[in-house]
């Protein structure tokens, strides 16, 4: 992760802009004063600055939780604060370079709020989850002209060096997301999909919560896949191809197809390796044969005036609050000019999202955007709005 190691940190006048990036404002944690988030907007992209104070050092880096999916924005950001504020550089990975020029001009790049707003596409649309060094989805991309893919990836170098191709081989039916799959799936139209590629997943056997295969996932690619669409999974680990198996199976109906050391038209570099190492890869595809429901989803993320005072609010601190379904964990508190900032984790337990609540003057907002327009994250929010009703 891009960061500078500072001996002091230095706090500027907000807000302030430099080289067209713009400081807005700062949040101090208020259980832990060695902890800070700036917020900063940059073409279009808010996210934050994290400044961590350390003993004879500070740390200067970006936000995992807002960061955002171009890498050179942070870079960008973070050499613009230390500019500003005159700090004293220690040691950086920050390179001080121009923006590659194939990434100047980026059009296939979208934020989930794309595909929030009535996202309908005019052909058959196919999704790649977790696209990693990216070969399969361009090589699909580039042999099937009349599809649009849509390749989702939470590694940030990986999706520039996607972004970069899709440049160079000047593709327009590629589309890059940078956010949970799983939660990604609740927003696409019903019956659009073709395919739905989950190729090696992380298998998370320390953390099956956390696997892309789940019961929830294939109900909603049942749900958007074409009548005769498919779902694959190809995998190298046998436990997750036994997991994926028993979970495939548990539906009351299903059509499966079973293959083990399968080629395909083009794999993955890891894939070359795994052979190498005479690993064995398995192949299970799901067929969808029934049309599914329009999805519908009805109400929205506004708040009324915030009753609760600021200090109860900042008492809400490390608190869960359970309701039918779902969740809110209340993890940080912040305090900002004129009002508090939370640090929210919320939603159903398997596929939270995580994201900020600003409450200013009364006024309460999430950022870095709204959630994710879902069943369960519409339940937590009318739960969450009436705690701050009080």
Same mark, same amino acid.
Do not use: C
């Given at each position: 992760?891009?960061?500078?190691?500072? *001996?002091?940190?230095?706090?500027?006048?907000?807000?302030?802009?430099?080289?067209?990036?713009?400081?807005?404002?700062?949040?101090?944690?208020?259980?832990?004063?060695?902890?800070?988030?700036?917020? +900063?907007?940059? !073409?279009?992209?808010?996210?934050?600055?994290?400044?961590?104070?350390?003993?004879?050092? #500070?740390?200067?880096? #970006?936000?995992?939780?807002?960061?955002?999916? *171009?890498?050179?924005?942070?870079?960008?950001?973070?050499?613009?604060?230390?500019?500003?504020?005159?700090?004293?550089?220690?040691?950086?990975?920050?390179?001080? =370079? =121009?923006?590659?020029?194939?990434?100047?001009?980026?059009?296939?790049?979208?934020?989930?709020?794309?595909?929030?707003?009535? /996202?309908?596409?005019?052909?058959?649309?196919?999704?790649?989850?977790?696209?990693?060094?990216? $070969?399969?989805?361009?090589?699909?991309?580039? =042999?099937?002209?009349?599809?649009? /893919?849509?390749?989702?990836?939470?590694?940030?170098?990986?999706?520039?060096?996607?972004?970069?191709?899709?440049?160079?081989?000047?593709?327009?039916?590629?589309?890059? @997301?940078?956010? !949970?799959?799983? @939660?990604? &799936?609740?927003?696409?139209?019903?019956?659009? +999909?073709?395919?739905?590629? +989950?190729?090696?997943?992380?298998?998370?056997?320390?953390?099956?919560?956390?696997?892309?295969?789940?019961?929830?996932?294939?109900?909603?690619?049942?749900?958007?896949?074409?009548?005769?669409?498919?779902?694959?999974?190809?995998?190298?680990?046998?436990?997750?191809?036994?997991?994926?198996?028993?979970?495939?199976?548990?539906? %009351?109906?299903?059509?499966?197809?079973? %293959?083990?050391?399968?080629?395909?038209?083009?794999?993955?570099?890891?894939?070359?390796?795994?052979?190498? &190492?005479?690993?064995?890869?398995?192949?299970?595809?799901?067929?969808?044969?029934?049309?599914?429901?329009?999805?519908?989803?009805?109400?929205?993320?506004?708040?009324?005036?915030?009753?609760?005072?600021?200090?109860?609010?900042?008492? @809400?601190?490390? =608190?869960?609050?359970?309701?039918?379904?779902?969740?809110?964990?209340?993890?940080?508190?912040?305090?900002?000019?004129?009002?508090? &900032?939370?640090?929210?984790?919320?939603?159903? /337990?398997?596929?939270?999202?995580?994201?900020?609540?600003?409450? %200013?003057?009364?006024?309460?907002?999430?950022?870095?955007?709204?959630?994710?327009?879902?069943?369960?994250?519409? *339940?937590?929010? $009318?739960?969450?709005?009436? &705690?701050?009703?009080?």
């Amino acid at each position: 992760m891009p960061h500078l190691h500072i *001996s002091e940190f230095k706090e500027i006048e907000f807000p302030l802009s430099e080289d067209g990036v713009s400081f807005n404002f700062i949040a101090d944690n208020i259980n832990h004063d060695e902890e800070k988030l700036i917020s +900063v907007t940059l !073409d279009g992209d808010d996210f934050f600055l994290l400044v961590k104070e350390e003993d004879n050092r #500070s740390l200067l880096k #970006s936000d995992k939780l807002t960061r955002p999916a *171009s890498i050179f924005n942070v870079h960008k950001a973070l050499l613009a604060y230390a500019k500003l504020a005159k700090l004293d550089i220690i040691s950086s990975n920050v390179p001080e =370079q =121009q923006k590659n020029i194939h990434l100047e001009e980026i059009s296939s790049l979208k934020k989930v709020e794309y595909f929030a707003s009535n /996202f309908k596409p005019d052909k058959e649309v196919r999704i790649e989850v977790g696209f990693g060094s990216g $070969r399969h989805v361009l090589h699909q991309a580039a =042999q099937n002209p009349d599809i649009l /893919f849509i390749g989702i990836e939470i590694h940030r170098p990986s999706i520039e060096q996607v972004l970069k191709q899709i440049t160079i081989q000047n593709l327009d039916n590629l589309l890059v @997301l940078d956010y !949970d799959a799983r @939660l990604f &799936m609740e927003l696409i139209p019903s019956n659009i +999909v073709g395919k739905v590629y +989950v190729h090696f997943p992380v298998p998370w056997d320390k953390k099956p919560h956390r696997r892309v295969i789940s019961t929830s996932f294939i109900k909603e690619a049942n749900r958007v896949l074409k009548v005769g669409g498919q779902l694959e999974l190809r995998t190298d680990s046998e436990n997750y191809y036994a997991y994926s198996y028993e979970t495939f199976i548990a539906f %009351n109906k299903t059509i499966l197809h079973i %293959n083990k050391n399968k080629d395909i038209a083009i794999s993955s570099k890891y894939e070359d390796r795994w052979k190498k &190492m005479e690993k064995n890869i398995y192949d299970i595809t799901m067929i969808n044969e029934e049309e599914s429901p329009d999805l519908s989803i009805e109400g929205d993320f506004s708040f009324s005036h915030v009753e609760l005072s600021s200090q109860e609010i900042e008492l @809400l601190h490390k =608190q869960v609050k359970k309701f039918d379904g779902g969740f809110i964990h209340f993890e940080r508190v912040y305090k900002i000019k004129d009002g508090v &900032m939370l640090r929210l984790s919320m939603g159903s /337990f398997d596929r939270p999202e995580h994201l900020y609540l600003i409450i %200013n003057k009364g006024v309460a907002e999430y950022f870095p955007s709204l959630p994710l327009k879902s069943y369960t994250n519409l *339940s937590a929010h $009318r739960f969450l709005e009436k &705690m701050l009703h009080g």
